[in-house]
């Protein structure tokens, strides 16, 4: 069984920053994709940045120059650097590991979430 645990998420004030975390657990033998995806009350899940196990990363352009998506392929983990926050960044953020070669076979996971609230 595969888990995807975040931390980091909370409370910040505009213009403020965060470091979201995503570790994965399990009988992992590899994962080709890691990112994060966010949902705001009211709208569709959305990309915010992905990572490949090679270390391309892709943004979405509202966070493109703001946020930073780093991996350490060793720990299974991926982290969300987040400065400059808006209040639209406001959301629940969701971690995301994709192409997961595991005894079962190839598979997709996500996290529970994470709060993210900018805010004054």
């Known amino acids: 069984q595969v888990q995807l645990v975040e931390s980091g998420g909370g409370l910040v004030q505009p213009g403020g920053s965060l470091r979201l975390s995503c570790a994965a657990s399990g009988s992992i033998f590899s994962i080709g994709a890691m990112g994060w995806y966010r949902q705001a009350p009211g709208s569709q899940r959305e990309m915010v940045a992905t990572?490949?196990?090679?270390?391309?990363?892709n943004y979405n352009d509202s966070v493109q120059g703001r946020i930073t998506i780093s991996r350490d392929s060793a720990k299974n983990t991926v982290y969300l650097q987040m400065n400059s926050l808006k209040p639209e960044d406001t959301a629940v953020y969701y971690c995301h590991a994709d192409w997961v070669v595991t005894p079962q076979g190839l598979d997709e996971f996500w996290g529970q979430g994470t709060q993210v609230t900018v805010s004054t």
């Open positions: 990572i490949t196990s090679g270390g391309s990363t």
